[in-house]
């Protein structure tokens, strides 16, 4: 290997190494370290005995987790589903349009993109304060003569979680919406004109040729929306508390992986083994689903 090879070599790597170094300290160290921890039983912060997959059993099969953990789960389904038909749909639509450089497609971009910026925790708390039955939503509607939608929207169980994805997609929607005008600006110009110049209409035009061109992004977002209805935490956190309220109907993986790990709330002593099994499951199924979105999409992706 010449000088020259190794001093590029060497170049690389030193940009590399510092991601690298993060990557491995925050996810690779910690994920094996879960797993170790998932297969022993623990008094408190003790490591005890080796017990195999008895952490997971009791997840799966034992009372009270099973119900808990199947219900958290739902509640992170319900996430995925709201965020994919609406935040990532609505940012399609909205991207498509901005592409076309409507009047004023500049000062949108901003609108849709600022709330994106804003701290996750502020938008949660603020949130919290209008959503409160003498909040300002429920002021809105008394003003506008609909006295008889309002709600507890935080305190009822049917309306909780929907309230906060809610609240989570109007935070987040400028980000698809970007990323989608960007991926619509890149389509060949070629393509359009020729399509145009055949006729055909602007529906034909986006779901012939503008939507399988953009696949790529629209994988990425969809493993992003995997990545976040899986790892749901802050905004659950900062609207609902770490408790579920009202009677687990917010209660997500990751709330119930907090509370059952730490031992916060009504959930008593630490449960590190079942806390590590949680997190280890959450992995798991990160991957498992990106995998697969991945994998399917490649066989839809078109080149020009």
């Known amino acids: 290997m010449t000088r020259k090879q190794l001093r590029k070599i060497g170049t690389i790597s030193l940009f590399v190494l510092p991601g690298l170094i993060i ?17 022993f039983s623990w008094t408190q912060l003790i490591r005890n005995k080796f017990v195999g997959f008895e952490n997971f059993a009791k997840l799966f099969g034992g009372f009270p987790y099973r119900d808990m953990f199947f219900n958290a789960l739902k509640n992170n389904v319900t996430w995925f589903l709201m965020t994919v038909f609406i935040q990532n749909i609505l940012g399609l639509l909205f991207g498509y349009v901005l592409s076309r450089r409507i009047p004023g497609h500049a000062i949108f971009q901003r609108i849709f993109f600022l709330p994106v910026l804003f701290s996750i925790v502020a938008v949660g708390y603020l949130w919290g304060l209008y959503l409160r039955p ?14 008889e939608w309002r709600h507890a929207w935080l305190g009822e169980a049917k309306f909780a979680t929907p309230t906060i994805i809610m609240v989570n997609i109007w ?18 110009v070629e393509c359009l004109e020729s399509a145009y110049l055949d006729g055909a209409g602007e529906w034909k035009i986006f779901s012939k040729i503008v939507l399988p061109l953009i696949v790529p992004s629209i994988t990425i977002i969809t493993v992003l929306t995997i990545i976040g209805s899986l790892n749901v935490f802050e905004q659950v956190y900062t609207m609902a508390g770490l408790d579920g309220a009202p009677n687990y109907a917010t209660d997500t993986i990751g709330t119930l992986f907090y509370r059952t ?5 009504d959930a008593g002593s630490p449960e590190i083994g079942i806390g590590s099994a949680i997190s280890v499951i959450i992995y798991i199924m990160t991957f498992v689903f990106s995998l697969i979105t991945v994998v399917s999409s490649r066989k839809r992706e078109v080149e020009v």
């Open 134 to 147: 003498n909040g300002l939503l429920n002021e809105i509607l008394n003003l506008i003569g609909k006295p």
């Open 171 to 188: 935070r987040w929607i400028g980000f698809p919406s970007l990323v989608f005008m960007a991926a619509v600006d890149n389509v060949s």
């Open 23 to 39: 990557v491995l300290m925050f996810i690779v160290i910690p994920l094996f370290m879960s797993m170790y921890n998932s297969l």
């Open 261 to 265: 790990a730490f031992g916060s709330v």
